[in-house]
């Protein structure tokens, strides 16, 4: 059989690894951090154990956005399929569904048309 089948799918779960879970989870993990450290200091400065809050808080939203980046990525693939339509993550073809992530532009004009509309 050789390499072929493990090559294919060493490069599958290297760009799943790459393009969904760390883009998703990187920028999460960065603005949480920043999130819990700034609203439980401010909260509950000398009423509550602030590096103790800080740590449960981060590692909650931390296990939450783990588990819940193939969910996700899974929710919108199917209700792309359900609707017939082109999503920012997945396009159809001829070969059927393939996944697309959005580039920084789509997702900046997407932005823009929420906020200004």
Do not use: C, H
């Amino acid at each position: 059989m050789g390499n072929g089948p493990r090559i294919l799918v060493a490069s599958f779960e290297a760009f799943l690894t790459s393009q969904l879970w760390l883009r998703n989870n990187v920028s999460t993990f960065t603005s949480q951090r920043l999130n819990s450290s700034l609203f439980i200091t401010l909260a509950f400065y000398e009423s509550a154990p602030i590096g103790e809050t800080i740590l449960g808080s981060v590692s909650f939203k931390w296990i939450i956005a783990a588990v819940d980046t193939p969910l996700v990525y899974g929710g919108v693939y199917l209700v792309t399929r359900s609707i017939g339509k082109d999503s920012f993550a997945f396009t159809s073809d001829e070969e059927g569904w393939a996944f697309d992530p959005p580039s920084s532009l789509q997702l900046t004009s997407l932005a823009f048309t929420l906020l200004f509309r």
